[in-house]
């Protein structure tokens, strides 16, 4: 069965630092991987999806990278914002999405 | 992009009551929807996939007796908690596809908090 994690689970940064959040995941047949936000009670907001022939996604401050032969995949955001402060889960598709626990991201004024 | 709503946002109810969610694809057909339940601080596990005017199908350890899932059309499934406990709080999202898993994008509604004293 498919197993993602993400790390790290906390993230506290100051306003401004680029930072790489890590994902992992260990059946590499997949069809894409996909990025994804998670404010406090709310739903999840897509960030990124990356096709599995594809090796990375950018949208402004982010750039997602994909290695589906080692199973990694990493979120670049540069230039941080206090507005960043979320949960930031990974999820890859395979026949079902299987998701990560999420990093929980806190950026500091 | 595409928008997927759900209704009620928040539910409280009393336990042994059954609560249905409603959760619509406003611009798209889904012919495909999902229902997860996410626990404070984990992750979203899949509960069950829906495809329209077919019954869903349950992962394991889903009790499909006690979490009823109908998609009638191609824009609207609900998914009904019948008899809740206190331990069926949780927040449930929901999460509709048009097209196969290859290409087509998932996409989110933004979940039903569901409190069952």
């Known amino acids: 069965k498919q197993e993602v994690t993400q790390i790290p689970a906390a993230l506290s940064v100051p306003e401004g630092e680029n930072l790489v959040l890590n994902c992992s995941f260990t059946?590499?047949?997949?069809?894409?991987l996909q990025w994804f936000r998670q404010d406090p009670g709310k739903g999840l907001t897509s960030l990124l999806l990356?096709?599995?022939?594809?090796r990375e996604q950018t949208s402004g401050r982010l750039n997602a990278s994909l290695d589906k032969s080692s199973g990694r995949s990493t979120l670049y955001i540069a230039a941080s914002q206090p507005g960043d402060s979320a949960t930031y889960l990974c999820a890859v598709r395979g026949n079902q999405f299987y998701f990560g626990t999420g990093t929980s991201l806190t950026v500091i004024p | 992009g595409a928008v997927v709503s759900q209704h009620p946002s928040r539910v409280i109810c009393k336990s042994g009551t059954s609560v249905k969610i409603e959760c619509r694809s406003l611009?798209?057909?889904?012919?495909?929807m999902f229902w997860y339940r996410q626990f404070p601080k984990k992750s979203l596990m899949l509960m069950a996939t829906s495809n329209e005017g077919s019954k869903a199908t349950y992962e394991q350890g889903v009790e499909k007796d006690k979490f009823l899932i109908n998609h009638a059309s191609l824009t609207l499934s609900t998914l009904t908690v019948t008899s809740a406990h206190p331990e069926d709080s949780s927040f449930y999202i929901c999460?509709?596809?048009?097209?196969?898993?290859?290409?087509?994008?998932?996409?989110f509604g933004p979940g039903t908090r569901l409190t069952v004293l």
């Open positions: 611009d798209f057909q889904a012919t495909t």
């Open positions: 990356i096709q599995s022939s594809q």
């Open positions: 999460s509709a596809r048009a097209g196969g898993p290859e290409t087509d994008t998932q996409y």
């Open positions: 059946d590499s047949a997949i069809y894409n």
